[in-house]
């Protein structure tokens, strides 16, 4: 009986022959190490791990060649460091909260007279 969980490839050699001379068991072994990986994440990270990876799988499965998948994970990489809200964005803006002298709370003090009477008239006189 051939074991359930077989060792995966090592290297990229071994990848690279495992995708050449079985295509499928390549993509088993593919599913299992990611999920794996996305389950030795911290649980409050996973749920994001398996929206990249859908994202990744969605571009493998609509790309014309598996160069063009690459090309564009690639620049799905550099959006996400450089991007609007990018890696790069968030370590510029938390320097920047750093620099800037921590604000004080300050408010108008009214002064309240009369021991506890109210000062405001009275109604119907």
Do not use: Y
Not at 91 to 103: E, F, G, N, T, V
């Amino acid at each position: 009986m051939p074991d359930s969980n077989p060792v995966s490839p090592q290297g990229f050699d071994e990848w690279a022959a495992l995708a050449k001379s079985d295509p499928q068991a390549f993509e088993k072994q593919r599913r299992q190490v990611i999920d794996r990986a996305i389950l030795a994440a911290p649980a409050d990270r996973q749920q994001q791990l398996r929206r990249v990876q859908w994202k990744l799988d969605q571009i493998r499965s609509t790309s014309r060649t598996p160069m063009v998948a690459c090309l564009r994970m690639h620049r799905l990489l550099w959006e996400s460091v450089t991007g609007d809200h990018g890696l790069l964005a968030c370590l510029q803006r938390s320097a920047a909260a750093k620099q800037r002298p921590a604000r004080t709370a300050s408010a108008r003090i009214i002064p309240l007279h009369g021991g506890g009477r109210s000062h405001l008239p009275r109604a119907g006189g």
